[in-house]
Each structure stands twice: as structure tokens, then as C-alpha cells.
């Protein structure tokens, strides 16, 4: 006669199997997790460059389009823009230049925006219209800012 053996446990093999199918699954929730941050970094460095180039773009708009002349260093990264001031009949004077070692965009020594990789000013042919291209930089991504302004006021 045999005797009936009861079954309390799981055999080795059995552990193996689950251990192997349980790894796999982690593996697979792991690469997603990193897949998720990977995107979650990407987007925050294209919103941060994209906010930065909307405060810039504001404001260059109002500084170029009421200046009476400007120039750009290409040397010096600098934009100066000369604005009459009808109270003292004199030019009021606002340079915004790119500290290319921190990438910041200052304007007479105020922060403006950060993460600049280049700037360029031209003024456009046979107009009164200034052509510029600020191109930022953060995290391995690129947001390139370009915009062409009338300047009302040019005298030059």
C-alpha cells in the first residue's frame, strides 16, 4: 500500500520559475520608470527653455520697438538700443549682453534669461525691420527663439 503524501510547499523548480517571471516583470516596470523620467527631464528643459524665450521675446519686442537706433557688438554678444528721453531731451541707453560663460542674458546688469547659447541682430535690407535669432540651451536640448520687429522709432 502506498502512503499519501500531502503537498505543503512548492518544489525548487517551482521558486526558479516564479523568481525568473517576477524578474523579468521588474525588468520590464524598471525600463519604463526610466523611460518616464527620461521624457519627464526632456519636456521640463523644452518648457524651461520655451518660458525663458517668451520673457526674452516680450522684451525685446519692447525695447526694439521703440528705440530710435540700436547696434549689436557680434564681438561681445552686446545689443544697445538708445531710446530719447523727452523729459531731459537726452537717449537713455539699455544694453542687453550675453555672459557666454554662464549663458545668462543680462540687461545693464539685471538677469534676463539664462541658458543662452547664441544671439544674432540684423537689420533687414531696405526696411526698418530688425531680424533676430537667440538660440538657447539646457540639458542636451535646443530652442531656437528668431523674430523680426518694425522698429517705429529708427533714426538710423
Given amino acids: 500500500m502506498g502512503t499519501n503524501l500531502s503537498r505543503k510547499g512548492y518544489t ?3 521558486l526558479i520559475i516564479c523568481l525568473a517571471i517576477l ?21 521640463g528643459c523644452l518648457n524651461e527653455l520655451h518660458y525663458q524665450a517668451q520673457v526674452v521675446n516680450h522684451h525685446l ?17 552686446q545689443l544697445s538700443t538708445y531710446q530719447l528721453n523727452p523729459k531731459n531731451n537726452q537717449h537713455d541707453i539699455y544694453r542687453i549682453k550675453h555672459k557666454s560663460s554662464t549663458g545668462d542674458l543680462i540687461e545693464n546688469y539685471n538677469e534676463l534669461a539664462n541658458f543662452v547659447k547664441n544671439m544674432i541682430f ?33 533714426q538710423n
Wanted: glycine residues 4%.
Fill in 23 to 43: 524578474c523579468v516583470l521588474l525588468g520590464i516596470v524598471a525600463t519604463i520608470f526610466i523611460r518616464v523620467l527620461y521624457i519627464y527631464k526632456k519636456i
Fill in 122 to 154: 540684423l537689420q533687414l535690407p531696405d526696411s526698418d525691420c530688425l531680424y533676430y535669432e537667440i538660440i538657447f540651451e539646457k540639458g542636451g536640448e535646443t530652442y531656437i527663439l528668431s523674430n523680426s520687429i518694425k522698429m517705429r522709432n529708427l
Fill in 61 to 77: 519686442y519692447l525695447r526694439l520697438s521703440q528705440c530710435d537706433h540700436w547696434d549689436f557688438d557680434e564681438n561681445s554678444k
Fill in 12 to 14: 525548487l523548480i517551482e
